[in-house]
């Protein structure tokens, strides 16, 4: 098949690259004409594990293009992909402009029946505004609108895109579903289901999905900030829920806080919506609200823990900056919180990322920049530093083992806020060691983080 793909960012890129490599023919849009540029050049502006291959394979077989002209796509496509930003809005609400802008531009470049198919993550009701923007310049017979919500997942974009759990196609042709399980049959070889459904109940089912994970990741927040009250662990509450098969092992993990391009505008969008017809959504109002107080827990537990919140002439290693490893995406990534907080309270930082330094860059204040010299590897960050802050848990930081590092720091204490290493060794290498839910290790009693009843 033909495929136009607009907007080749995380989703359009990956989706349009899986696509060819798949055998489909797909041209990918973009207004960034330097984008454009390095990807026509053979370089890939993203990382994403296993991208690069299928990548330099499909534009080798001359099976993948690239350009900003959305008339050298359009006309030709069996099928044209929407793939665009849907970033949140004033008070809460998508953004819709992109999508808005790109559909009123269909219409006159459709002369034969195309499928229009909403990628990007849109509120409940949007198919029926771009059929109705492209409908205003073309006969509604020669095109339908599907709503295709993404489910991938970054970091392991090109795993999922190949292997999806499910598809979901929202629309109430026949002919534009049958094209839709054609082209992502090769996807579910191995009997993955492609749930077709109506356009309504597909927009919504990924902000269900979204929603639901974001509230089990902060049910299990919560749950560890009780532990560290009762004294408690939070990694055996979740052993021990976990293997209930009713509530599943995934997502289980304590730490600080979601972040990312999709969970956080998207529970603020569905939450948006519900209010707009009425209806007060209180969990995912809480889910947010906790998850912005998470964020930054760890910065607390600092106060306690050197009784002061003036870090002045104090020097922190940061481990990990992107929201999640395996990806340079830092957009509302606890890091940046949490190198905000500390510099306004004085600190000075050496950070470290295996690939998220030049994004968090561009995203951080001036102030931090100032404060903060990024290292090459994450040996570097604990020279003669006074504490190390862990926010992110990039495979490489599980090893070398806390027995390691008391040796490169001013002083051995270890806040993390993604819980890699292992209690007891810690307490045996004599290091202070303070995580999300669990005991405070080597820490004088008086001032033991969150041991404090109330
Ligand atoms: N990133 C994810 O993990 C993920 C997962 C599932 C769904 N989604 C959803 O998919 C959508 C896209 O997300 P993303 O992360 O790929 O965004 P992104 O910001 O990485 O990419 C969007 C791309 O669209 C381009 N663009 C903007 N306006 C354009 C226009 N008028 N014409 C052509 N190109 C234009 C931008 O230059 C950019 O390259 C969003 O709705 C998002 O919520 C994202």
Redesign the pocket.
Known sequence: MNLAV???????LVSGTCFADSGNNVTC????QQ?VEQLKDGQIPIYEPGLETIFARSQREDRLHFTTDITEAVPEADIVFL????PPGGDGQADLS?VM??ASELGPLIDDYTVVVN????PVGTGDRVEELIADKVDRALFDVVSNP?????GA?VEDFKYPERVVIGTDSDEAAEIMTTLYEPFVRSGNPIITMDRRSAELTKYAANAMLATKITFMNEMANICEKVGANVDNIRRGIGTDSRIGKRFLFAGIGYGG??FP??VEAIHHTAGQYGYDFKIVDSVMQVNDAQKVSIVKKMEDYYETDDFSGKTFGMWGLSFKPETDDIREAPALYIAEELVKRGATLLAYDPEAIGTFKQATSPQVLEATTFVHNQQEALDNVDALVICTEWNEFRRPTVDNFADEMKTPVIFDGRNLYDLNRAEKAGITYISVGRPAINVDKKKAVGENKE
């Open positions: 607009i907007g080749t960012g995380y989703v359009g849009v973009d207004i960034d984008k793939c665009l930003p849907t992109a802008q790109v990628k990007s993550t849109v993404e489910f991938l997942k970054e974009a391009s999709c505008k998207d």
